[in-house]
């Protein structure tokens, strides 16, 4: 696939990243014409749907940079940045799309070689890739549109804002939840939340059954069951039709 | 979202051949005028030339522009430049937007010319998208109170206040100590002249004292800071005392403390092993010992030892004193020595055993660390050797008294990183083995005195200030500018200032001239009386506003607050739109200024589609 030329976004942070790519410039440190880069104010600003939204759109990578760990212009926005990519991580190995076309990198002001070293070997991980199966596989689309609306949820983003607090500090009972811990923690919540919005997105399309849920989404029924008691609980799923014995269901909400 | 017509105006720079060199201009702008809502497109040689500049002011008018759309170098030198013109021309300067096309484009691939034009189009498709969701915003003016507190009463905090001050402002000058003076207290002599370092302090101090507009406030910390710019409502604990004060800026001065090398070089085992500013106290109380031979040792937890950092002042400070020893020890030694208070010059230094005998060569090699045996004429002398990596005495007459150092038969060794002196404690004697490097010999001297150059590192307290103040410590501890060459003494956070040893090593002229453009920067709001910030802020739809504080928590300034309907309020001066709640609000009841999630996904989703036009 010598001929693929990949396309790539590039979130970068104005005040560390934008600086070190600026400063490639400066010192031309050549680099692969793949990436699109756009500036924010802070890479925290990033949230995990975004980069989710462009997959869905098709990007062959994504790559979100900051100011290096303790650098960051605000303190400490990079520390959320790290989860939010992480993220975005979590739920683009759910939906099946490889996960190294997702990137984090700190890059400082002062590191225009590093940013061409970087997107270098970016690009070449991408090329060996390929271009993303996403637009030619319409289970991928939904399942991205699925993820999307999962890193929307509360819970998504509240356990994503809440981690350097109780990580740090803790919680009311002053328990510290250990780094690990806390990756675990939030990487089942995402499951879940992923595999609900997958209910809903499915079942938004058409009126579907437990069974063809299970069968979709590639779950044991039970589990199936247990999330389409719990959404029917929260009035997001209601009863559509019952075929024979067959209860079929429909999103109340639209998926994504 | 007004429904009003998009008028784009795109603006290309050749910039001479910078950008033209290496992208097909003329194409990449025949695509531009192809691209939704752009009704003129054009080139210039230079836009950012009195010519290109006249032509933007002039398209606006003729075209009615309602965005502007420049590709060129880098919005970070020029964006200011360009939204100054749109607003000469009567358009909202946050209806313009930059396209990086040389710094992050023509610069990078300047030998794929076909490439880098299909990659400037889709730069420039998605700037128009970017730019056609652009919002015109308004910068409120808010008022500023007409105080300053400077934090640390160092040298560079107490340049800082009496400048503030002599511009007629009061200031609040907070020191933790039961006196002014810092860091500086500790020291003897300043270089280059020895000059009393008492002496010194003493005229700093007397002008602050006698300064109507300070107010000096010992044994005291500030304990809280909340607001923002122009308007800081401070708690300031004197002895547990707490005092309520409001302040428009805060100049952050809270100085340094030496690094205390446990387990380094043998300190702590034995009284004559000192750091620099131990070895200085000792002079200026006048309890230097009966000397004959001293050794320093340059960069002690230093540069990769502990801390990553070159102190950079230690060099210097050790030749001042290895030259106050040579020229002026009598005059340095305890009051209680009489008499002749130098032994006999008889070398000190001997091969150590299996040395080879190769002391007459030495004389002849020449070179600085080579001429211990001259001016023996003089009688006794005493025997200085400064062990060193690599001397930096950075600046001009630094360099200068190095030479004379040299001059002055202070013998100079160096020492690389793997091979570092190695110091014991022989029944009270020191003794240093080390690798003579030029002489490729184990050598070994026995000095009366071991003086430890050791680096100047953060304060304790420093993290806890930067907590409270809402300010970023870089990975050493030391306060982190906003920009190291551009914004040297700002933070990151307007209204609050840094300057002295607290951002990094500095001596005493470097901290009295940062602590001048420290308060030179924070009597800029000050004198002008209001404040208006960038308008990047969050805003929050109230109606969509759960309550939920996750903004709140995540929120780097303080710059939210839940208002009387509990519901998330941002205050606009504080905030600085970064957009971490904008990220966090799970009801996406935070709208970021320009940067909205609407926004960047027009930007980064026109990125994805081809360019074919």
Redesign the interface.
Same mark, same amino acid.
């Given at each position: 696939m010598s001929d693929f030329e990949p396309k790539i976004v590039v979130f970068l942070c104005n005040w560390c990243s934008y600086a070190g790519a600026d400063l490639a410039g400066v010192s031309r440190y050549q680099y692969p014409t793949n990436i699109r880069a756009v500036r924010v104010m802070c890479s925290t600003r990033i949230s995990a749907h975004i980069v989710l939204e462009l997959f869905k759109e098709g990007a062959d990578g994504v790559m979100v940079s900051g100011c290096h760990i303790g650098d960051c212009h605000y303190i400490n926005g990079n520390l959320f940045t790290k989860r939010r990519v992480k993220l975005a991580d979590d739920l683009l190995k759910l939906t099946g799309v490889e996960p190294e076309r997702l990137r984090l990198e700190w890059v400082s002001a002062a590191e225009g070689e590093k940013y061409s070293q970087v997107i270098t070997s970016f690009v070449k991980k991408v090329k060996e890739l390929g271009p993303s199966p996403v637009l030619k596989d319409p289970k991928l689309v939904t399942r991205l549109g699925a993820a999307v609306m999962a890193a929307k949820y509360f819970r998504s983003k509240t356990l994503t804002c809440k981690e350097v607090k109780l990580t740090a500090k803790g919680n009311v009972y002053e328990e510290v939840i250990g780094p690990k811990e806390y990756d675990l923690m939030i990487e089942r919540a995402i499951e879940d939340e992923y595999q609900k919005s997958l209910i809903l997105t499915l079942s938004s399309q058409e009126a579907r059954s437990v069974i063809e849920l299970a069968k979709e989404i590639g779950q044991p029924t039970d589990r199936i069951l247990e999330y389409v008691v719990a959404l029917r609980a929260k009035n997001m799923l209601a009863l559509d039709r019952i075929e024979g014995t067959t209860p079929r269901y429909r999103a109340t909400i639209g998926g994504a | 979202m007004s429904d009003e017509e998009k008028r784009i105006g795109v603006f290309i720079c050749h910039c001479g051949s910078n950008i033209a060199g290496f992208i097909d201009v003329p194409a990449v702008t025949e695509y531009v005028k192809t691209l939704p809502d752009v009704v003129f497109a054009t080139r210039n040689l230079y836009t950012c030339a009195d010519d290109g500049l006249t032509s933007i002011k002039e398209s606006i008018k003729e075209h009615k522009l309602n965005r502007v759309v420049v590709a060129a170098c880098? @919005? =970070?030198t020029h964006a200011p430049l360009f939204q100054g013109t749109c607003q000469e021309a009567g358009l909202n300067k946050y209806l313009f937007t930059f396209v990086?096309i =040389? /710094? *992050? $484009?023509s610069?990078?691939?300047?030998?794929?010319k076909e490439?880098?034009t299909?990659?400037a189009k889709? !730069?420039l498709r998605?700037g128009v998208a970017r730019a056609r969701l652009l919002q015109a915003q308004d910068e409120v003016k808010v008022g500023v109170t007409s105080a300053a507190v400077v934090i640390g009463g160092g040298v560079a905090g107490m340049s800082a206040a009496l400048s503030i001050a002599d511009q007629g402002f009061p200031v609040r000058l907070v020191e933790k100590e039961s006196e002014l003076g810092g860091f500086v207290r500790n020291l003897s002599s300043v270089y280059q002249e020895r000059e009393d370092a008492g002496a010194l302090l003493k005229t700093i101090i007397d002008r602050v004292r006698s300064n109507p507009n300070i107010e000096v406030l010992l044994n005291s910390e500030v304990i809280s800071a909340d607001g923002f710019v122009g308007n800081y409502d401070i708690i300031i604990d004197t002895k547990g005392q707490e005092r309520n004060d409001k302040v428009g800026v805060i100049v952050l001065a809270t100085g340094t403390r030496e690094y205390i090398p446990k387990g380094l070089y043998g300190y702590g085992q034995s009284p004559n092993i000192v750091t620099l500013t131990e070895f200085e106290k000792l002079v200026k109380e006048r309890k230097l010992p009966k000397l004959s031979s001293v050794a320093f040792i340059q960069c002690v937890g230093s540069r990769g030892q502990d801390k990553s950092y070159c102190s950079r002042i230690c060099c210097n400070v050790s030749l001042k004193n290895a030259m106050n020893l040579a020229e002026n020890y009598k005059n340095m030694r305890g009051l209680e020595g009489t008499g002749a208070v130098v032994e006999a010059a008889a070398p000190k230094e001997t091969p150590s055993e299996g040395g080879e005998r190769r002391h007459g060569r030495r004389g002849r090699r020449g070179g600085a660390e080579e001429s211990e045996e001259g001016g023996a004429s003089e009688g006794p002398k005493l025997e200085i050797v400064i062990f060193n990596r690599d001397i930096m005495a950075y600046g001009v007459d630094h360099e200068l008294m190095y030479n004379k150092a040299r001059e002055k038969k202070v013998r100079l060794v160096r020492y690389t990183p793997k091979n570092i002196p190695k110091v014991s404690v022989d029944s009270g004697k020191l003794v240093i083995d080390y690798w003579h490097d030029t002489l490729q010999m184990q050598r070994r001297m026995t000095p009366d005195l071991i003086v430890l150059a050791t680096p100047v590192t953060s304060q304790a307290d420093a993290k806890e200030i930067?907590m409270m103040l809402?300010? +970023?410590? %870089? *990975?050493d501890g030391f306060f982190?500018e906003?920009?190291v060459k551009l914004r040297p003494v700002d933070f #990151?956070t307007d209204g609050i200032y840094v300057c002295g040893t607290c951002k990094g090593p500095a001596d005493i002229p470097e901290a009295v001239s940062q602590g001048i453009a420290a308060a030179s920067r924070a009597s800029i709001p000050l004198a002008r009386g209001f404040v208006q910030p960038e308008a990047?802020s969050a805003f929050v739809d109230s109606e969509v506003c759960s309550g $939920?504080g996750?903004c709140i928590?995540?929120c @780097?300034?303080t710059a939210i607050r839940k208002n009387e309907h509990g519901k998330a309020e941002v205050t606009i001066a504080a905030c600085? %739109? $970064? %957009?971490?709640c %904008? #990220?966090? $609000? +799970?009801?996406?009841a935070i709208f970021?200024n320009n940067?909205s /999630?609407e926004q960047? !996904?027009a930007? #980064?989703?026109a990125? !994805?589609q081809e360019a074919k036009g």
């Open positions: - | 880098t @919005p =970070r990086n =040389r /710094d *992050q $484009c610069w990078v691939h300047m030998k794929e490439k880098a299909e990659k889709d !730069l998605m930067s809402k300010v +970023p410590l %870089g *990975q982190l906003a920009h #990151a990047l $939920c996750n928590e995540v @780097p300034f600085k %739109g $970064c %957009g971490n %904008g #990220a966090t $609000c +799970p009801e996406n970021m940067y /999630d960047l !996904l930007e #980064a989703k990125a !994805l």
